[in-house]
């Protein structure tokens, strides 16, 4: 047997396991005692990679003929596809990075986008929908897009946890929580009794959608009690908090979020008596009209506390995949203002045209084609009739490890490598860079998507522009054309060694946020919200998930989801059939009890191809950064 170390390919933690071969077949995982992100105690995602790795794979790449998709060869893969977008302008076409791929092909992705196609319709899933607003909120407040460590829970006293369920999302950052048992204090504000909330020491079910009045609220509170710094009075936009906060008084806040004086109060007492705060926060917190509204509130508090934020994010390489500059309006060096020196790093022009996100271009203007890596917008997009109708009417290319709902779509068909069958590097939550290596052979005629791109790059006379012979190589262009990786050792990173992305705070300002009411309330025609959650057997839209046996039997069942009072409501038994509309379309699905939902709210998990629930979801997204909202749909329930 041997055993190689690498990165756990799931959730934004980035976890090493030790994966173990046998004849070059993974046949098990096992912790790495070592690892400080972990600490010798991975999930049940990453202990069971070994039963998924190989099943349901792209093995060679596929042309459509008709309504079949067939196996062909690389290079007539390639000339099919430069065939079909031969002639198109650069606002026609699409490129989308992936949170599941490494640093390295993300960074070819945008690079490959704008040398070869001379487009900025650059963008990627996990930034996109699901903490756009996260990073756009601390880049605004604290000049930075990201200051989270994970080792600051043991630096904290009271944790207050918002729109985020970690016990179930980041069983590994839970851990340490659970660690603190007793010396720190966990606040749980959310819209469902979920697992977190059960065991913290304060929960609130709040309405959804109206964190920013319950923030505000607590903000007020403080001021009128004084329980802040005096020098925090001198901070950029402290005048206008103070005056913004006066209207959310308790009565305007309990009446808002469906909460108590009592309540209220004692969340306020526990963040005013803390001496060292700290602030966790998740997409049910982004996923919302108003989510960088949500953001801000909560800096402001974070801000006015001195506190601290430990937001972990979503995929494996959440963090690396916009730092690459896979964005639409964000060049790697930073804004189209340093487009010259990245001109002269990479020795070509570069487009400083705004390009198309993926809801501008999968749901408000649709291209004519579109390049997706890593992702799966035919399943995880709102309003997915529509997405469907674009994806048909589109020449599709997929870049992918595992077949999924998007692939039914494609016209081509490219088989990329899983991250445990690649080499270089990614960068977690906490904008920890880690090394990634080789632990499974590369299954059938699969190759790293920068190696992919470069076949076609050459294919377009652009060879020289990615004349890399291994992913180091295309690290040491990241450290010259990234600022935040500048100081990387990179000799120290490829021995091991974690290294840092650039995390240091330069400012602190405050952003005020009024609340101007919720875009989605219940009617006599449409009497529940509908919220979506997520399963901790299940990652995102389950390509990989679904396919062990294990998680399978752990897994909560399809279906929506109702307290007792409502499933009397409806005369419903678990099991029956129920209809459920919104004003953009209904489905069909069993309904099941579930007693920690609030009344006049219905549930339902968004992780599976067979039950699409995202088709429920109208194209209504944060005006700012594009982020859909997932969390809050009025609708109608029948039998």
Known sequence: MEKAVSVCPYCGCGCKLSYVSENGKIIKIEPVKEDEVSEGKPCVKGLTVHEVLDKDRVLYPMIRKGKILKKTTWDK???????????????????????????????????????????????????????????????????????????NINNIDTLFIIGSNPAGNYPVFYNKILARKGSLKTISIQHWNNETSRNADISAVIQPCTEVALINGIINIIIQKKAYSRDIELLGGFAELAETVKKFDEDAVCRICSITKEKLNEIADAVINSNRLGAFHGMGFTQQVNSIENVHTLLNLVILRKGKVMTLRGEVNVQGVGDMGCLPYRLPNGGYENVKRLESIWNHPVPITHGKNIIEALLISPLKALFICGFNPAQSLPNLSVVHKNLKNSFLVCISSYFDKTSDFADVVLPMNALPECNGTITNGERRIRKLNIAAKAKGDSLPVWQILKKIASELGKAEYFNYCNEKEIFTEITKAVPAYSMVDIDSLYNGSDAWADKEIKRMKFFPESFEGVDSARSKKYPLLLITHRSKFCFLTSEMTSKSSTLSKLAEKDGFYLNSTEMKRFKLKPGAFVEVASKVSAMKGKAWLDDNLPDRTIAAMFHSEKFLINKLYPAEFDEETFTPNYKAIAVSVKR
């Open 77 to 151: 893969a390639i000339k099919h596809i430069l065939a079909n977008v031969k002639g198109l302008s650069p606002e026609e076409i699409l490129f989308t990075a992936s949170g599941k791929i490494p640093n390295e092909d993300d960074y070819v992705i945008q690079k490959f986008a704008r040398v070869c196609f001379s487009t900025n319709n650059i963008d990627s899933c996990c930034t996109r929908l699901c903490h756009a607003s996260t990073v756009a909120g601390m880049e605004h407040c604290l000049g930075v897009g990201n200051v989270t460590k994970m080792e």
